[in-house]
């Protein structure tokens, strides 16, 4: 089973409109991470938030926040007010069992913004 | 604060070449990371270290890869002979161990690699 599922393969925005990125997750794991990242076309990989599993509140850094629902496994990544430079690919990520450090990624959605 | 840094960002090379990819993490941090990327298999967890000491290889596709780590501020992933199935985009990450906001792991820019 996927841990990680990005089910939106890509997507088009207007500008200015928010967007929400769909992530769902698997694990059994009590204590983990959830981690957004953010790829141009540039290719590099940007860190954009992280929300822990023990959160009450959900994650927000700027426009980015992240809608936590921890019944449902889900850990969507909400961008307000898109901009032409939002354009790129997302990934989600989790980490489980903070002892472990490896990070899984899921297979990421294209987000294009339509000026 | 400089980020991670990858050298080179771009590799062309032949089939049978060696191919030596390095890394410098960010300063002080603990624990370093390769990872590849591909179309088919996305974003894959090769190796990693912590305070230099290689942890978990079990994503190291076969015996033709190694990787090093000699110091606290440098690291070297190895192909040797390279292969065509072995292009791909290999990143580096870096973290340091605390329990806030800084476990998060920040990437290199990442090194494109072309084996012919």
């Known amino acids: 089973a996927q841990k990680i599922t990005q089910t939106q393969p890509g997507m088009f925005v207007q500008e200015k409109e928010a967007v929400t990125l769909d992530c769902t997750y698997d694990t059994s794991d009590q204590s983990y991470g959830l981690f957004w990242y953010k790829q141009p076309s540039s290719g590099e990989m940007i860190f954009l938030i992280y929300?822990?599993?023990?959160?009450?509140q959900n994650a927000t850094e700027g426009r980015y926040s992240l809608n936590f629902q921890k019944a449902r496994k889900s850990a969507n990544l909400v961008i307000s007010a898109s901009q032409l430079g939002d354009s790129a690919m997302y990934f989600c990520a989790m980490r489980e069992n903070f002892g472990n450090e490896k990070l899984t990624f899921g297979t990421g959605t294209r987000l294009t913004i339509i000026p | 604060d400089a980020g991670v840094i990858q050298s080179p960002r771009h590799e062309v090379t032949e089939m049978g070449q060696e191919v030596t990819l390095r890394c410098k993490p960010i300063s002080g941090h603990d624990y370093l990371f390769w990872y590849r990327q591909t179309m088919m298999r996305g974003l894959e967890l090769l190796i990693y270290f912590n305070n230099n000491v290689p942890i978990d290889d079990s994503g190291m596709p076969e015996d033709r890869f190694s990787a090093k780590m000699p110091n606290a501020s440098f690291s070297t992933l190895k192909i040797q002979p390279s292969e065509p199935r072995d292009s791909a985009v290999y990143f580096c990450a870096s973290r340091l161990r605390d329990r806030g906001i800084t476990d998060t792991q920040y990437f290199g820019p990442g090194t494109r690699l072309t084996v012919l």
């Open positions: 929300q822990g599993s023990y959160d009450e």
